[in-house]
Each structure stands twice: as C-alpha cells, then as structure tokens.
C-alpha cells in the first residue's frame, strides 16, 4: 500500500490512505511464554466444554 521509492512522500501516501504514519512503523512484539501459558490455562476448560459459556 505505502511506498517507500514512490514519487510521493509517505506523508502523502498516508495522507490518501487515511492512515497514520505511527501505524505504518509498529512493529507487534511477540507474547511471552508465562502469557502463553496463562492464556492455555484458561482456555483449557473452556475448550473442553464449550456449552459452559451459554445459556
């Protein structure tokens, strides 16, 4: 979508595009492995037995 070597800026470009240029420089960062695991052992229940969440 934005290009770097395009003849207009990325200001422009993101102008056009109604984007932010923040975004257009974020890189995500990776979850840690203790979130993974709290993550797991949350969800562990719920995989096993999904009709617990409705009604």
């Known amino acids: 979508m ?7 800026s990325v200001r422009r470009q993101c102008g056009l ?3 932010a ?3 257009l420089y ?3 960062k990776d979850e840690s492995a ?3 695991r709290f ?3 949350v ?3 719920f995989l096993q037995t999904p ?4 009604r």
């Open 2 to 8: 934005v290009s770097r070597g395009h003849k207009l």
């Open 26 to 28: 974020y890189q995500p």
């Open 51 to 54: 009709r617990y969440g409705s």
């Open 34 to 36: 203790e979130n993974l």
């Open 43 to 45: 969800d562990k229940p």
């Open 17 to 19: 595009l109604s984007l």
């Open 21 to 23: 240029r923040s975004n």
């Open 39 to 41: 993550m797991t052992i």
